[in-house]
């Protein structure tokens, strides 16, 4: 095309290209004034303020050059002085705008393609504007599309009306895709970027399985079963935790259908990934229980403050729930997000008899007792000697075989033991050097304070430099455990001199309050 149409043509090219890219007739039509406007300004010079404008009935355009009227001329092309503006309009004024009538453009070969260009780039932008409203609100949505193109492993999806990417770290292992070839995938994220909007999709995302599910199960789409969580190991196995909101209906089964038929069309889809069907449960161990599937569990110990479990299963199922890899356990951890230590009946028998064991010696050498009165002691349920010096008598006599005297005696020495261990350790502290100022500090032990030492922090500031979960790590090495309130309020405390004025400002409060 070397001419560009004139007048009423004008307006029906705008509405063919309209139609058929899916984009606002105006915009098509500011496009082409644009067009028009810089082969004016190629034709009258760029310096000039030249606007065009169409017609949006008659498709006449309408060329002018636009002019103000100022004190002081910078710009001869697009100022003008008071007495040559009212040469032009007998009334101007400072601050008036000028408008010449241009005669219409005779387009040459180089402007019409000048002008074809700008048109061609601003109906692609539109365009692309269009894509990225459509489809920013259709995020988590599966959609399917044609291979358009295949470049070092990243497949270009055309969607009908846009361009989508499915990158290869988005696809299965051992997957290939060809041009023409048909595919599903999940739209993950949509964003603008320099080049434009961009549409992202993947085939190896959790989400992806769940939406799969929820086009093959009529009870997931009305909301009657519901998918809580999933976890995936993209092309290989995946674990999905289901729960139904009606009593009369089993998640598992639906989900699973007649004779399989269900869950392999999924599994079909995902290229014959393993797909386990897990109950849901509120209660975290029976979750985590089913989550281990195939595998059967003997016993679960939780760490609630740690957000670990224990899971203690025989001694033939220990590969089982491990699995290839570490996949089962990995996979049971995604799922449930608890961090899963698995352990055989042998191991946790030991690991109990060891600790049985370093406890009664713990209790010999510091209460300086004979082994049977230690053994009574844990099989009570005592793990330090803090619990022993801070229980009542009462509570310690009541123990079968001790008495009174018995308990007395024994809160005595758990004492003696305590505040001698503490002078020891105050001693060592000193001689590491750690401030006074820090043994202060409210929640720190004199143990705590000495492992402290030893990894080199000595002051308030060394104290206050730390994170929360590097204060936790480091008393851990000496098997301290600290919540991650109590080592906050720790470091809180250390950083008070910084703010002097807040402390002062809190402290006037509070001796406010207690007047």
């Not at 009369?248 to 069309?265: L, N, T």
């Not at 060394?462 to 919540?483: H, Q, W």
Request: with cysteine.
């Amino acid at each position: 095309m070397d001419t560009i149409p004139t007048r009423l043509e004008l307006v029906q090219v705008a509405d063919a290209v309209a139609r058929e890219k899916g984009i606002e007739r105006e915009e098509v039509l500011l496009a082409m004034e644009m067009a028009i406007q810089k082969a004016g300004r190629s034709k009258y010079g760029h310096e000039h303020d030249i606007r065009a404008v169409i017609d949006r009935q008659s498709g006449d355009i309408r060329l002018t050059r636009h002019r103000q009227v100022v004190e002081t001329v910078e710009n001869e092309a697009t100022q003008l002085t008071l007495a040559q503006g009212q040469r032009i309009k007998a009334d101007a004024k400072i601050g008036d705008e000028l408008v010449d009538a241009l005669p219409p453009i005779d387009f040459g070969r180089i402007a019409a393609q000048t002008a074809k260009q700008v048109i061609v780039q601003k109906v692609r932008e539109a365009e692309r504007q269009r894509q990225f409203r459509e489809y920013k609100d259709r995020v988590g949505e599966i959609v399917n599309g044609l291979v358009k193109r295949v470049e070092f492993g990243n497949v270009t999806v055309d969607l009908g009306r846009a361009e989508a990417v499915l990158r290869r770290d988005e696809l299965l292992p051992r997957e290939s895709f060809r041009q023409g070839d048909r595919v599903r995938a999940y739209i993950y994220d949509v964003r603008e970027e320099p080049r434009g909007p961009q549409i992202f999709l993947s085939r190896t995302h959790p989400q992806f399985m769940a939406k799969l599910f929820a086009q093959e199960v009529p009870e997931i789409y009305d909301g009657i079963i519901e998918i809580k969580a999933v976890a995936r190991d993209p092309g290989s196995r995946a674990k999905i935790a289901v729960i139904s909101n009606d009593s009369g209906i089993d998640p598992v089964g639906a989900c699973v259908g007649m004779r399989g038929s269900r869950v392999q069309a999924v599994v079909g889809e995902l290229q014959g990934e393993k797909i386990d069907i897990i109950p849901w449960s509120q209660d975290p161990a029976t979750f985590v229980v089913n989550a281990l599937a195939p595998a059967e569990v003997a016993k679960v110990v939780l760490d609630e403050d740690q957000h670990r479990i224990e899971v203690i299963v025989p001694d033939d199922q220990l590969s089982l729930a491990i699995g290839r890899r570490g996949q089962n356990v990995r996979l049971a951890s995604m799922l449930t997000g608890w961090q899963i230590d698995i352990l055989t009946e042998a191991e946790e028998s030991e690991r109990r008899s060891a600790e049985v064991k370093a406890r009664t010696e713990m209790f010999v050498r510091a209460l300086q007792v004979d082994d049977v009165i230690a053994h009574l002691l844990v099989a009570e349920g005592f793990t330090s000697i803090e619990e022993v010096a801070y229980v009542s008598v009462e509570d310690l006599a009541s123990i079968e075989g001790f008495d009174a005297d018995v308990a007395t005696e024994l809160r005595e020495r758990a004492a003696t033991f305590i505040a001698e261990e503490n002078e020891r350790l105050t001693s060592e502290r000193k001689q590491l050097g750690v401030a006074d100022d820090i043994a202060a500090i409210s929640g720190l032990t004199p143990a705590m304070l000495v492992t402290l030492g030893k990894a080199g922090v000595k002051s308030l500031d060394d104290l206050g430099d730390l994170a929360s979960d590097e204060l936790r790590e480091m008393l851990d090495k000496d098997k301290i455990a600290l919540t991650e309130e109590e080592a906050n309020a720790i470091i809180m405390a250390a950083r008070a001199h910084w703010f002097p004025d807040q402390a002062a400002a809190a402290g006037a409060e509070g001796a406010g309050a207690s007047a």
